[in-house]
Nanobody, 127 residues
Framework: EVQLVESGGGLVQPGGSLRLSCAAS????????IGWFRQAPGKEREGLLC????????FYSNSVKGRFTISSDSAKNSVYLEMNNLKPEDTAVYYC????????????????????WGQGTQVTVSS
């Protein structure tokens, strides 16, 4: 069973960048499909993008396409979320999640598609 730990959150000014990390332990992340979600205060958890190292497919939601990128490092057993041109509305707790199932576009952004979750890392975009 995989365990996930996010890190890299913090305070950043509008227009700035951050890179979040999702470190996997207990299993190789290559055996899972990975997604990134966020949850702002008072809002539902929102699926942002997902990645399958098994078939190299990536899906991005319209809210982050062109600004956020997902990448991975097999040697570090980690997945990363590169966030650029951050906006105040990007302020949220960010979560990585994993599933052994193969994600498709319709399942990528749904919480129910994932079996394992990290604890989250706070990102605040403010001047």
């Amino acid at each position: 069973e995989v365990q996930l730990v996010e890190s890299g959150g913090g305070l950043v000014q509008p227009g700035g960048s951050l890179r979040l990390s999702c470190a996997a332990s207990g299993a190789r992340f290559d055996d899972y499909d990975i997604g990134w979600f966020r949850q702002a205060p008072g809002k539902e958890r929102e699926g942002l993008l997902c990645f399958s190292s098994r078939n190299r497919r990536r899906f991005y939601s319209n809210s982050v396409k062109g600004r956020f990128t997902i990448s991975s490092d097999s040697a570090k057993n980690s997945v990363y979320l590169e966030m650029n041109n951050l906006k105040p509305e990007d302020t949220a707790v960010y979560y990585c999640a994993a599933t052994k199932s193969r994600l498709i576009l319709s399942s990528c952004y749904q919480r129910i598609s994932y079996d394992y979750w990290g604890q989250g890392t706070q990102v605040t975009v403010s001047s």
